[in-house]
């Protein structure tokens, strides 16, 4: 199995690159955002009670979050791998991340982070709040996703370092130098 986790800030690029590093790579995309999104869409009873937390860009609570996530592993059994896009956000999802990859005898191969700076993510999320209509892309709320992103999530690279896993790549290029430097790191594996 090839599990990799695609991190970075809001804005950095992880859905469009990891839509494109599952075909090439026969990967399933697993995206917690989109997965709660489709809950909400729905109106599932997880749906209602996340609803809140997303509109207002703050993180779901850990239990319900790798809850979700393992749901949504185990409906993959002949998975050759998975990438992780906006999971895990905090350093106890990824401590359960492995400990649940590890009882399938199971790990993450690889974290690729996605570095792009506060102002580019910024002009980013504007444009694409403008065709998505997502409503936690208004600038308000992404200020609160940034700091959210900075106040937890940012400890999950050092985590994910010690085990000697992390790998940088410049994302303020285009989306395919990205790609290709992407590659580039997930052929090692
Ligand atoms: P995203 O599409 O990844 O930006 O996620 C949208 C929203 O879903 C976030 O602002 C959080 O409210 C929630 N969310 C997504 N992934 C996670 C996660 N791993 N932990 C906690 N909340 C999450």
Redesign the pocket.
Known sequence: MLNLVLFGP?GAGK?TQSEKLIEKYQLIHV????L??AHVKNQTELGKK?SQ??AD????P?AI?IAMLEEEVDKNPEAKGFVF??????VP?AAELDLFLERKGSKIAGVIALDVDQLELTKRIAERHKVSGRP?DDAEKLKK?IS?YFDKTIHVLPYYEVQGKLNKVNGMNEISTVYNHLCAVIDKY
Do not use: I, Y
């Open positions: 809001p859905g995206s917690t955002g989109d709660f999104r996340v937390l997303m860009g703050e993180l779901v850990d979050t896009d906006g999971f895990p956000r905090t999802q936690d996703r959210e």
